[in-house]
């Protein structure tokens, strides 16, 4: 028998979907590694456009014997997807993006700084050409735990009143592949770089539902519109109000009550 239900009942549960765009991607990486890609953190996580919640699937295998005619699979196993991909905005000023994940892998193969473009020591020039330009180059890979993250990669989902939280935690995490980025002179559009990472298995955790404002890792203490809002209407009073002619602070007050 279908369970009888009411209209506010099915407005409560169905007319509150989840959004794709309210995520954020936090991405770490080994202590070494920071000396060598002299590159903001913070710059790179906030530049991620898209980026995606992984999967998993259970490996079976098939009993056939137990029964006549009957065939039974059983889980022994599960698999992880081995890579997410990431895409980030690339900023006309530094290329930070690429220099990031450019630098990484330089990081893994062991590049000497002086080889590596993106490091705080400035990297080769043109009329300095790197080792890599060498008919003699060679490397030596560097030792898996000096490269990779054990938990360094994060993807938190929420929502907007910021009010939910689910948290991707991706284990021994490095990057696999920078895709290639066309270029052209027709219609101008913005440059992004798509990395693929490897990791494998996540973890996901569910945060409790946040009623405040103060601490935790809730998105809405880095950033909430409101607030932000409030506060940029504030600093406009406060550093104009001294130099504006006599009627003009009148509607100030009227202008920011209006945005609080």
């Not at 209209?7 to 770490?28: G, Y």
């Not at 890579?83 to 006309?92: E, H, M, P, S």
Request: glycine share 6%; with cysteine; aromatic share 10%.
């Amino acid at each position: 028998m279908p369970t009888p239900r009411s209209v506010s009942d099915i407005k409560s549960n169905l007319l509150r979907p989840a959004l794709t765009s309210h995520f954020e991607v936090q991405l770490s990486f080994p202590q070494e590694l920071r000396k060598f890609l002299g590159v903001e953190q913070d710059t790179v996580n906030l530049s991620c456009s898209e980026a995606s919640l992984p999967g998993s699937q259970l490996a079976t295998l098939e009993n056939n014997n137990d029964r006549t005619g009957v065939t039974e699979k059983h889980a022994y196993r599960r698999q992880f997807d081995d890579r997410i991909d990431l895409t980030f905005y690339v900023d006309a000023k530094n290329y930070t993006a690429i220099r990031f994940f450019e630098g990484w892998i330089s990081f893994i193969m062991n590049e000497k700084q002086d080889d590596n473009p993106f490091s705080g020591g400035g990297g080769p020039t043109i009329d300095q050409p790197p080792n890599l330009a060498s008919r003699s180059y060679n490397y030596r890979v560097k030792y898996p735990n000096d490269y990779i993250a054990d938990q360094g990669l994060k993807v938190i989902k929420f929502e907007r009143d910021y009010q939910q939280e689910l948290t991707y935690h991706f284990i021994r995490s490095f990057p696999l592949s920078i895709s290639s980025m066309p270029v052209s002179f027709d219609a101008s559009s913005l440059l992004k770089v798509t990395v693929s990472m490897s990791y494998i298995r996540y973890i996901v955790l569910r945060a409790p539902t946040k009623t405040g404002t103060q601490g935790g890792s809730n998105p809405a203490n880095r950033f909430n519109p409101s607030s932000q809002a409030q506060s940029n209407a504030q600093s406009f009073t406060n550093l104009y109000r001294n130099n504006l002619p006599l009627g003009a602070n009148d509607q100030l007050r009227s202008i920011q009550s209006g945005l609080a």
